[in-house]
Structure formats: structure tokens, C-alpha cells
Antibody, heavy 124, light 107 residues
Framework: QVTLRESGPALVKPTQTLTLTCTFSGFSLSTSGMCVSWIRQPPGKALEWLARIDWDDDKYYSTSLKTRLTISKDTSKNQVVLTMTNMDPVDTATYYC????????????????WGQGTMVTVSS | AIQLTQSPSSLSASVGDRVTITCRASQGISSALAWYQQKPGKAPKLLIYDASSLESGVPSRFSGSGSGTDFTLTISSLQPEDFATYYCQQFNSYSYTFGQGTKLEIK
């Protein structure tokens, strides 16, 4: 059974750096074709994709946020970490990690398994 | 970035109704589109991938169609548990974008 769980601070101050951890089970990020993404959702608003990391350590970022984001993995711990710098109140959101399902040619086709999400509030 | 526009933004319907939600991409994305269902306080759930492939375990009343720029999600006969918000999402190019959502409410 595949599961993912997000963890991190519930409250951060403006200008601080946010660090979130996604701990997963049921698959390994050292297996070819495995990928994990981060997605966020401000209260009452739509979903926004943030970043992706692949089994081969390739990394991809949202065009609008790439200067603030860093994604990394610790395969031995089955964890993916997202850092976001210079936090602002507009970054208040529920942050999800999700596994990416890929097709036969390793083309992504869906976020098939999601964590429950972790709510982060940015306020002084 | 590719924009996805869903219509309608909200919809009132009754149990047993047939409902269609549309998603239009700002440029062609082949069939690289997925649909998700989200209930309040919960993570999204995958319904459809590759525009028309039904995710395992999802009821057959859900179906998806389309390619290029125009896509639809159809629920053939609404059940009480289907009242939720639905999102389309594209994988054709980075950044992976989502539509703004369609809230399906009970009439």
C-alpha cells in the first residue's frame, strides 16, 4: 500500500524559509520511473503545482516560483524535502505531496496517490 | 504556461442527473490531461488520466473525453457522494497547471 505524509511547521513568519518533508512508503524513489511532486492549495482556492523530483534526481519547478523553491530527496529515509524561501502571507496554504504515475515512456500521466496535506499559515 | 479554463465554475444538479464539465487548454496538450475530485478538507482523488482512462476503483459513471484543447468530464447519473469540486490538470508541459475548479452542488 502506497502512502505519503507531509510534515512541517504550521506557522511561519514572513521572510522566513519553510521546510516541508514528505515521508512515503510502498515505493522507492530509487526505482526507475518513480517521481514525487509538491502541490499547494490556498484556502478556498485552486490547486497549484510547485515542484517535482525524479528517481534519477532530475528536478522541475513551477516557473513562477522557481527562484524560491528547492526540492531534494533522501532515498534511504524515503523522504522528499521542499524548501521555500522568503515566505509571504500569500503563501498560506495546504501543502500536499503526491506520487506521479508515469506511462511506459516515463511520461507523467497523473498524481495518483496524495498525502493528507499540511496547512501552513504565514503570519507575524 | 498553459492555462486551463473550466466551465462552469459551479453547477447545481440533482441525484440521477447527467452532468458534463468542460476544460479548455490555452494550447494543444494532446491527451495529457487528468481529472480529480476533491471533497472539503480532503486531498484530491484521481478519477481520469490520459484524458479518458478511468482510474482503477473509480465508478464507471465517470468518463472523460477530448484531446488537443477541449476536454470533458461526464458523470452519467449523479450519486450523493459525487457532490464535490472537480479539477482538470495538464501534464503536457511544465509547469503542470490545474483548472480553477468546478463546484458541483446539490439542487
Amino acid at each position: 500500500q502506497v502512502t505519503l505524509r507531509e510534515s512541517g511547521p504550521a506557522l511561519v513568519k514572513p521572510t522566513q524559509t519553510l521546510t516541508l518533508t514528505c515521508t512515503f512508503s510502498g515505493f522507492s524513489l530509487s526505482t526507475s520511473g518513480m517521481c514525487v511532486s509538491w502541490i499547494r492549495q490556498p484556502p478556498g482556492k485552486a490547486l497549484e503545482w510547485l515542484a517535482r523530483i525524479d528517481w534519477d534526481d532530475d528536478k522541475y519547478y513551477s516557473t513562477s516560483l522557481k527562484t524560491r523553491l528547492t526540492i531534494s530527496k533522501d532515498t534511504s529515509k524515503n523522504q522528499v524535502v521542499l524548501t521555500m524561501t522568503n515566505m509571504d502571507p500569500v503563501d498560506t496554504a495546504t501543502y500536499y505531496c503526491a506520487r506521479i504515475r508515469v506511462g511506459g515512456d516515463y511520461t507523467p500521466v497523473a498524481f495518483d496517490i496524495w498525502g493528507q496535506g499540511t496547512m501552513v499559515t504565514v503570519s507575524s | 504556461a498553459i492555462q486551463l479554463t473550466q466551465s462552469p465554475s459551479s453547477l447545481s444538479a440533482s441525484v440521477g442527473d447527467r452532468v458534463t464539465i468542460t476544460c479548455r487548454a490555452s494550447q494543444g496538450i494532446s491527451s495529457a490531461l487528468a481529472w480529480y475530485q476533491q471533497k472539503p478538507g480532503k486531498a484530491p482523488k484521481l478519477l481520469i488520466y490520459d484524458a479518458s482512462s478511468l482510474e482503477s476503483g473509480v465508478p464507471s459513471r465517470f468518463s472523460g473525453s477530448g484531446s488537443g484543447t477541449d476536454f470533458t468530464l461526464t458523470i452519467s447519473s449523479l450519486q450523493p457522494e459525487d457532490f464535490a469540486t472537480y479539477y482538470c490538470q495538464q501534464f503536457n508541459s511544465y509547469s503542470y497547471t490545474f483548472g480553477q475548479g468546478t463546484k458541483l452542488e446539490i439542487k
